[in-house]
């Protein structure tokens, strides 16, 4: 099949598009041993849509690495089999920190912070050690997050998986520095110039799949403090006088349930999302507890190795 | 309401979003000129600001803000904890934001003392820079050091920012100094389009909307400028390059060269050439997951197939025949320097440009810029932001383009072997061999010929015997150098006053940097014969072994050096011999294709044909022999003006 080229000018989802696939090759042939950080979530499943791109026709050249915080929605751990295991044929790693599990680590009793601390970055550190994997990719975007304004595309970690934002290195050009030593690690965020809005735009664009929590419809939902949190099963402890009620509603980002607010809403396709994301007024991240902790939350945890 | 609801947009344009170009943009200016301030309200203007975060922000304004309770928009920028705690901003910042006409990145880079690595790091990426300038203080030399670090970066489009307009009452004529005062300065760069905007950022006169207060002014809002600016010419869509990134095989059938198309455009059919290799293909598909290409341009990621079976890997371009880049082993260089730890010039170094990676050194530095008046000076070094022009050598041969020609194939950064600290930016100039650049005027006024006080008849009573040259010339091991070896030693034992000249032994040093092609060999023998003359004019013989395989080579050896005091000598062994003898496995990679243009292996050996000598060392390299027939012929005579070479001090 033969088409000709497109006779409009590069697109500013074309430009974007093209620096991925760059960034994902220069992984692939600058490193030994890289994974992909899945985490089901729309931007990883963007990632990973320009990863079969990058390399097609071959398979993408890595595993995946998905850190299951035990917490996730029943949905995205059934994507992740059904798409990325069965559809794909891709190689999935799952790390799951079993000792946080016995020892019953929850996000009620133990708050955000030592919940994360102990189900998301402890796991992803050992993970990365235990297959000696020298770089990461993520889906991190500048766009999300104060902090993440000065993270590199390509941005070195220590041998103890830590962030140094004096000691970044400086990126110029798309002529990345990926040396490191043995144990040092590359954070690579493909994505890094990519808004929520180009996210969207490129998921209805390229049809690329992903679970359907990002699409409006009726969910058993409670109301605590301003966040709607969805009751995805019998694990959710209710508080007296909390009665799960149905409402339509959607993600605009994924984490584990118990700590990811919905938005009511009733974009039902993606080209609906679309149109509701350049109406809305209110950012991506307002349903995310662990962001607003504190400030200057998510760099704190950043340097100690949290995605 | 909750605010997990999703409110009703304040803008009424809620059109379908398209797909819109991109326009990378760098933010520059001085630690008060408000460039935080500016970008804030750039941002909040355009609603690229959430309501959740503006909230956040007025409560911030409150406690950090300078500005007595309105929202500070410098504060959306400043995201780390020690830039808010104390006050400092640490490093580039990058920034997103889109109107219904396009979408912008913004390369947000501090005013402090690292600003020229800042700087650099991000212009590399911008497409036009945004100066600011404080109507209050004019154009400074902060400015004027902005505007060449984004000239170097090769940025060619500057808008002129204004700002503080609201402090001299927006006041026409202290806008147009202003402007006088920055055309003329930037009249000397290279910069084709600059544009003025007089604005105020804190009070949002001119930044997103036409101000009221300045109706003198008719050229529109700096977003406006922003948005109409046509960068598409900027483009390089004239030369093909394609740097090989990734060698796709997935499996026996298939197998693809990726990357990202550099410049230009290439089309199904078309031929091609590797380089460094040389060899050629066309190309027979490109390949994406959405289908195959008839064509493809510039910047887009492509997979690509090729007619033959040829030998292509990482770091490799792919051009046009007819228009290929520079390759070479050395180089002329701008280098922006971003280490702490001075250049040290010599020592081996990463290199990595948009193919590849390659050992380089930094060979000499040919004069550093100074910032501040942009004159030239001498330097030995380059320290933490200094820029200055270099020449590099390269262990392998390059392909390169000019930055001002290519901007993806000119440039290139260095790599602190230890380390792994990125130290340098690097911008290829106009290439030439032996450092000749085009367009760059002489250095140094005409040099002069200087003459020896002393007398050669006097050199001839010390030193026993007349200067000489023994140019010894063959194969790759027919034996040159272990002659040239034993020919010194009996010289020396007779008391002669001589040196010995190894052509591979000047690659160490007068010839580091030099390749192997044929220019690059003529250039080494070109240096030995000149090195040989001066020997020859001191008095002293000079024994010369070069493998010099083309006869014009070498009668251009004996014109330096003056035909009357040459010797030539032939070492006659055929290429199977030599492989033979070989030791230092130089034969098996040229087979191997690992080294380039190998005499009698991968490139022509002219046997001379008129050599005043011939020693056959077929067999076995009969020192004795060979050194008694050549003290012979050396005792004999062997100029044609008359006079003789006595070797022989009795």
């Known amino acids: ?36 950080l899945y985490s089901i979530g729309k931007d990883s499943s963007v990632i990973l849509h320009l990863m079969r791109k990058a390399f097609y026709p071959g398979k993408p050249p890595m595993p995946l690495l998905h850190i299951d915080s035990t917490w996730e929605f029943r949905e995205m751990t059934d994507f992740r089999e059904r798409f990325a295991r069965q559809q794909l044929g891709l190689r999935v790693i799952v790390k799951i920190n079993e000792e946080g599990r016995r020892a019953g680590v929850n996000p009620f009793d133990f708050g955000s912070n030592a919940y994360t601390e102990v189900m998301r970055t402890q796991p992803l550190k050992e993970a990365l050690t235990e297959h000696g994997f020298d770089a990461a990719i993520g889906g991190g975007r500048r766009d999300e997050e104060r902090s993440r304004a000065k993270e590199r595309v390509f941005s070195f970690r220590d041998r103890n998986h830590r962030w140094e934002p004096r000691n970044q290195r400086p990126e110029l050009w798309n002529i990345y520095n990926t040396w490191r030593r043995p144990g040092e690690c590359l954070r690579v965020f493909p994505l890094s110039n990519w808004t929520e809005l180009d996210v969207w735009q490129y998921i209805e664009r390229e049809q690329a799949p992903l679970p359907d929590l990002y699409l409006a419809k009726p969910r058993p939902v409670v109301m605590r403090g301003d966040d709607l949190i969805v009751v995805d099963d019998e694990r959710m402890r209710l508080e007296a006088g909390e009665q799960p009620e149905l409402r339509t509603v959607r993600f605009r980002t994924l984490g584990c349930y118990p700590v990811t607010g919905a938005v009511e809403s009733t974009a039902s396709t993606i080209g609906e999302v679309v149109q509701e994301l350049i109406e809305t007024r209110y950012s ?21 190795g949290y995605f | 309401m909750t605010s997990g609801t999703i409110a009703p947009a304040l803008s009424t344009t809620a059109v379908r979003p398209v797909e819109k170009d991109l326009l990378r943009f760098i933010t520059c200016g001085s630690v ?9 309200r750039l941002m909040l203007d355009v609603g690229a600001v959430y309501s959740d975060q503006i909230a956040a922000l007025q409560m911030e304004s409150e406690k950090h803000g300078t500005n007595g309770g309105e929202i500070d928009t410098a504060l959306l920028l400043d995201g780390l904890e020690d830039e ?4 400092i901003t640490i490093d580039v910042a990058y920034r997103y934001f889109a109107t219904e006409k396009r979408k912008f990145i913004i ?20 497409d036009l820079a945004i100066l600011l300038v404080d109507a209050t203080k004019g154009v400074l030399t902060q400015t004027k050091r902005h505007a060449f670090i984004v000239s170097l970066l090769g940025i060619k489009h500057v808008i002129l920012a204004v700002n503080k307009m609201d402090l001299v009452a927006y006041d026409e004529a202290t806008f147009d100094a202003i402007r006088g005062d920055f055309k003329r300065f930037a009249s000397k760069l290279d910069i084709t389009d600059v544009r003025f905007v007089p604005l105020s950022a804190r009070h949002g006169d001119n930044v997103a909307e036409p101000s009221a207060r300045m109706h003198w002014y008719e050229d529109g809002s700096l977003l406006h400028q922003l948005e109409t600016i046509y960068v598409g010419s900027d483009q390089n869509l004239r030369d093909f390059r394609f740097p090989v990134q990734w060698v796709n095989r997935p499996d026996n059938v298939f197998r693809g060269f990726s990357g990202t198309i550099a410049s230009g455009s290439v089309r199904v059919g078309e031929e ?24 493809a341009a510039a910047p887009r990621s492509v997979t690509l197939t090729l007619e033959d079976e040829i030998d292509v890997t990482r770091g490799d371009y792919l051009c046009r025949p007819g228009n290929q880049p520079h390759v070479g082993r050395t180089g002329e260089a701008m ?42 000076k001498q330097s030995d070094t380059l320290r933490l932001n200094a820029i200055g022009r270099c020449s590099l050598s390269f262990h392998q041969p390059i392909a390169y383009d000019a930055y001002e020609k290519n901007r993806k194939t000119g440039a290139f950064i260095l790599v602190d072997r230890i380390t792994h600290e990125t130290l340098a930016a690097g911008m290829f100039l106009d290439y030439g061999l032996s450092g000749d650049l085009a367009g760059s005027e002489p250095r140094f006024l005409p040099a002069r010929r200087v003459q020896s006080p002393i007398d050669d008849s006097h050199r001839l009573q010390r030193y026993g015997h007349e200067p000489f040259t023994v140019l010894l010339t063959g194969l790759p091991a027919s034996g040159k150098t272990t002659i040239a070896k034993h020919l010194e030693k009996r010289l020396f034992s007779r008391g002669a006053v001589g040196v010995l000249l190894d052509g591979e032994s000047l690659r160490h040093g007068i010839s580091k940097g030099l390749g192997f092609s044929k220019e690059e060999r003529s250039e080494n023998l070109r240096r030995g014969a000149e090195i040989a003359k001066l020997i020859n004019d001191s008095g002293q013989f000079c024994i010369a072994a070069f493998c010099a395989p083309e006869e014009s080579m070498r009668q251009q050896f004996c014109e330096i050096v003056g035909r009357h005091r040459v010797v030539h000598v032939h070492l006659d062994a055929s290429v199977a011999a030599c492989r033979l003898r070989d030791t230092t496995g130089r034969y098996l990679a040229a087979d191997n294709g690992e080294i380039y243009g190998f005499p009698g292996v991968t490139a022509e050996y002219e046997t001379p044909a008129t050599p005043d000598l011939t020693i056959v060392t077929e067999e076995l390299i009969d020192l004795e022999a060979a050194a008694g027939k050549l003290i012979e012929r050396l005792a004999s005579g062997i100029c044609s003006g008359g006079g003789s070479v006595a070797v022989a001090k009795s």
Not at chain 1, 2 to 21: F, G, K, N, W, Y
Not at chain 1, 284 to 304: H, L, N, V
Not at chain 2, 32 to 40: A, N
Not at chain 2, 84 to 87: D, E, H, K, T
Request: net charge neutral.
């Open chain 2, 32 to 40: 008060d000129d408000g460039k935080s301030t500016l970008i804030g």
């Open chain 2, 335 to 376: 280098l922006v320097w971003m280490s702490e730890t001075p250049l040290n010039q010599g020592r081996p170094l990463w290199f990595k440009n948009a193919a590849g990676r390659a050992v380089c050194e930094v060979e000499s530095i040919r004069y550093e810029v100074d910032v501040n008046t942009l004159h030239r």
């Open chain 2, 272 to 295: 091609i050439v590797v380089l460094p290799s040389g060899k050629r293909s066309r190309v027979r598909s490109i390949v994406t997951m959405d289908g195959t290409l008839d064509e």
């Open chain 1, 1 to 36: 099949m033969t088409s000709s080229v497109r006779p409009r000018a590069t697109s500013h989802l074309d430009a974007l598009e093209s620096e991925a696939i760059h960034i994902l090759r220069e992984v692939a042939a600058a490193f030994e041993n890289p994974v992909l």
């Open chain 2, 107 to 126: 390369a947000d880079t501090p005013g402090h003392e690292q600003f020229t690595r800042n700087m650099a790091t991000g212009a590399s990426t911008a």
């Open chain 1, 284 to 304: 991506e991240r307002q349903g995310r507890a662990i962001d607003r902790d504190e400030a200057c939350a998510m760099e704190r945890k950043k340097r100690e």
């Open chain 2, 84 to 87: 808010r705690q104390q006050g």
